[in-house]
């Protein structure tokens, strides 16, 4: 719905009138347990947030309230100007595990969103095609996802995610079931499609490196009940190569984050 | 191409030659031991009957087949509809599934002389029996697949908004499929069972009534030889869905669960 979509974001200072996502007071509880306590964040259009955490800290449960597939047990949750009340339009999510339909090929399996939302799908045949090049996966359109490699699959859930050209992308520590090598890969592969493709993303992870790597500003949440115990803006220039991640601002930030981890640790 | 074809060749070749050199020995066997034909004919004896009365036998044949595919058809369409039901109704998963899992420990064979009371000698009761013990295997493995969707998959599919329609018919569905398969190639052998069953009860045709009447007539090769062509037209019926299989189920190895049903 924004018009504005297209138009770059100023890296180091985005414009805080225009909120793509906004997070409010939310509590989330199952029973007695308290999963989530009082969570507010503010994302801008076009920005890269990652929820950064120990597993099992609730980011998680966070994101798929954000996806609309779990209500809040309180607080508010607003996209684009409007509430959240269930999975909708404009948003695209990418999963831990790639979940392909095993039937269908890799072409078919990004044009599945496009199905569930009964839209034309011989209108986003091109589309999903410049997603496969962009993605180094146009060779493999026709193939069923048991002939690829575990990043290639991952990429091919990120390609469904975008199909329906979303203006928010949510990321459920996608690249964690991949081994190490490939999942730097993976890494400067989705920069660089979210630089072509700018979209809000906002990245679950547990890796710090990672989070510091892809993202704009990255919010450390706590363990039970997860809470926002820091917030980090990371000011490196883009588009980020890996060899920043040896340089030293980069490990300063890295050594931030490790420290608000754990902190709250101790706690 | 040729070199499948050749591994296939040598993957039969054991069985096929262990086969040959049992009716091999069951032929010296019976001529050495000088054994009656009426207690137990050389295979030659049978095959030869097979070719001299091959149009009783398949005037016999013809009902029998007719019956099992016509109750493993409606098996296979009963079990799916109630598989449908077994996973979107709470009420027939909290009520029925357990008696219908429970009901298999019922030997279906022994409800056969009940059904020639209610249904009469006809066909009507050997198409039921053929039906009924069928049915189980079939409802029970389309439920199992239709049940099994990986959680993060419905969920996936939520979060593109489809709707229960179209996660049951294009996740759902094919997902069960090799369960559907698997379940089609255990009913498709009971509802044999199912039909010879109930010739030999009670009936005036089919190769279940010919094996009961030979035998009476101790014709004892005119029995083995009906139920050499009962099997080989079982062993069709079950070629004939393990080929469609595997043209179905493209994207993995079928699942054989016929091995432990049988046990």
Redesign the interface.
Known sequence: MPPSRRAPVARDSAPVTEMALRVAEVRKTFGALEAIKNVSIDVADGEFISLLGPSGCGKSTLL?MI???TQPTSGKLVLAGSPITG???D???V???P?L???RSVLDNVL??I???RLPRQQYHDRAMELLRMTKLEDFANA?P?QLSGGMRQRTSICRALI?NPSTLLMDEPFSALDAITRDDMAVELLRIWQANRKTVVFVTHSIREAAFLSDRVLVMGRRPATIIDEVKIDLPRPRQVGMTEEESFNTYVRHLRKSIEASHAS | MLAKLNASLKDSAWPLGTTFLLLAAWEAAVRIMGIRSIVLPPPSEVVEVMFRRYDLLLDHLWPSVYLTVLGFALSVVGGIVVAVLITYSEIVRKGFYPMIVVSQVVPKVSIAPLFIVWFGTGTMSSLLLAFLIAFFPMTINAAMGFQSV?E??D?????????RW?IFW??RL?NALPYIFGGMKISITLAIIGVIVSEFVASQQGIGYLIKLAGGLLDTPLMLGAITILSIAGLVLYGLIAAVEKRA????APIDTTMEAQI
């Open positions: 798929m996806a609309g597939l999975p909708r339009k948003v695209g999510v999963f831990q595990s979940v339909l095993p039937w599945f969103p199905e569930l939302l069923l048991r329906h | 990986d993060d998959i969920k996936m599919a939520r979060t593109f908004m489809g709707s179209q294009k996740i094919p189920i493209y994207w993995q």
